[in-house]
């Protein structure tokens, strides 16, 4: 049963990493069909689904919230172009109600729910690609569900962390357990900084690495882009790391 294996998996996390069962059998899998589990609310992650609909317009699209989205009028009607290519999770049809759902829900249950539900999700539509964005919020999801039987295991599992999530929780306490099972079934890896191989292979990470892949991905223009003078411009926008490394 698929809520004990949950609860069971839950509890055997919170003292020691999991290892990911490949005893499992091979699913056929459907091969025009991508799962995206990330903060649906995020303009990165809105960013990243847009650009992959117009590189593979092909592709059919599942999105899996891994936050509680407030997906806008605005938002709902530009993505109405992609309607049929994109499936995106949800519990309710309304809007609001999904919103107030999900946030008891996360209360009272955390990720217990959602692994749930994502599992069921995975079962209806058996994508060949599960692309988690952001480890604490998305992969950590799946940690719950990697074993269970009935789940494939032979799609092809990426992680794109956002930031430098494991310079920083590679080293608490509380998420190691975690990151390490995440790292046993990943795929592919990829982070905004090269050195961050040195945490994940500290971890057991054995697969493959790519850096630097950003948050933000870019885009290609038709045709030539329209530039502010810089005498006109009010704004600077900074980004960069505390170390020049990576």
Same mark, same amino acid.
């Given at each position: ?64 919230? $891994?936050?509680?989205?407030? /997906? @806008?009028?605005? %938002?709902?009607? +530009?993505?109405?172009?992609? #309607? ?99 790292? $046993?079934?990943?795929?592919? /890896? @990829?982070?905004? %900084?090269?050195? +961050?191989?040195?945490?994940? #292979? ?45």
């Amino acid at each position: 049963m698929l809520i004990p294996h949950i609860l069971k998996t839950f509890k055997n996390l919170e003292t020691n990493p999991l290892s990911s069962d490949r005893s499992k059998k091979s699913s056929r899998l459907n091969k025009d069909k991508i799962l995206l589990v990330g903060m649906a609310d995020s303009p990165h992650f809105q960013k990243w689904l847009r650009i992959l609909q117009t590189e593979f317009p092909e592709k059919k699209f599942l999105v899996f919230p $891994s936050d509680r989205p407030r /997906l @806008t009028k605005a %938002k709902l009607n +530009e993505l109405k172009q992609f #309607k049929k290519s994109i499936r995106i999770f949800k519990l309710f049809p309304i809007e609001k109600l999904n919103f107030i759902s999900y946030y008891v829900l996360d209360i009272v249950f955390g990720h217990k729910w959602r692994a749930y539900f994502l599992a069921r999700f995975i079962l209806m539509h058996k994508p060949a690609i599960n692309h988690f964005h952001e480890m604490q919020h998305g992969a950590y999801i799946y940690n719950l569900i990697v074993n269970y039987r009935k789940i494939p295991n032979n799609s092809r599992n990426i992680i794109s962390t956002w930031g430098s999530d494991l310079t920083l929780y590679s080293w608490v306490d509380k998420h190691k357990h975690q990151i390490q099972s995440c790292l $046993s079934w990943a795929n592919i /890896l @990829t982070a905004e %900084k090269e050195i +961050e191989i040195q945490d994940a #292979k500290r971890l057991g990470f054995k697969s493959e690495f790519r850096a630097p892949i950003y948050i933000t991905c870019g885009e290609n223009f038709s045709s030539k882009p329209q530039f502010i003078k810089p005498s006109t411009r009010r704004l600077i926008l900074v980004k960069g790391h505390q170390l020049n490394t990576g």
